[in-house]
């Protein structure tokens, strides 16, 4: 399976309550029925990204990264890339190189879904970020470390989050410690 065909499995299949989201999704969808290349960043100015939200196992705690470029506090993620089969693994792999966590207990069913421009990642102009995100849990006593697109990676109490954060990023924190505290203890893959 391809990793576009993979994408249009995942969101196809995907549910939320709220119908914000299901419009997110349907514009997803159709963006990967009209771009063969949809899921690449060869798309332009629109495709697909994926990433990943880290949570205390406890959900009381967000592991966030201070954006190199963007010098704001984000969750983990990024640009599909060659070898990439499944939207999971972009996230999951994102999340691995970005945090300098080596494992994490992964959620392989999107949590949150979120379109954003982005003025910084490419020569031709802003893009959209056509973004599926996920949700990992990890005892904050993890090794943890900033890659070189991060100025910094750091916990992050959920009552004391940096007040630079968007809200979007409180609507994913907000939904992925639902998705966390509701799930059973070990999430369902390891990341």
């Known amino acids: 399976m391809s990793l ?94 970005e945090s300098g966590l080596a494992s994490f207990g992964f959620d392989p069913v999107p949590v949150h879904l979120d379109v954003h421009e982005v003025d910084f990642c490419d020569p031709r102009g802003a893009v959209r970020h056509l973004d599926v995100r996920f949700v990992a849990t990890v005892p904050r006593s993890t090794a943890h470390a900033a890659s070189e697109e991060s100025l910094d990676v750091r916990w992050w109490p959920i009552d004391a989050l940096p007040e630079t954060l968007g809200e979007e990023m409180h609507e994913l924190i907000g939904v992925a410690r639902a998705r966390v505290i509701g799930a059973d203890p070990a999430l369902s893959a390891q990341g």
């Open 4 to 97: 576009r065909a993979d994408a249009i499995s995942t969101l196809d299949g995907w549910q939320s309550e709220d119908p914000r989201q299901i419009a997110l999704r349907d514009e997803l969808l159709t963006h990967l029925a009209e771009h063969e290349d949809g899921t690449w960043r060869s798309c332009f100015p629109d495709h697909i990204t994926a990433g990943t939200l880290v949570l205390s196992e406890d959900a009381q705690h967000v592991l966030l990264n201070l954006h190199g470029k963007a010098q704001l506090w984000f969750a983990f993620g990024g640009h599909c890339e060659e070898g990439d089969t499944t939207l999971a693994g972009v996230a999951a792999r994102e999340a691995r190189e």
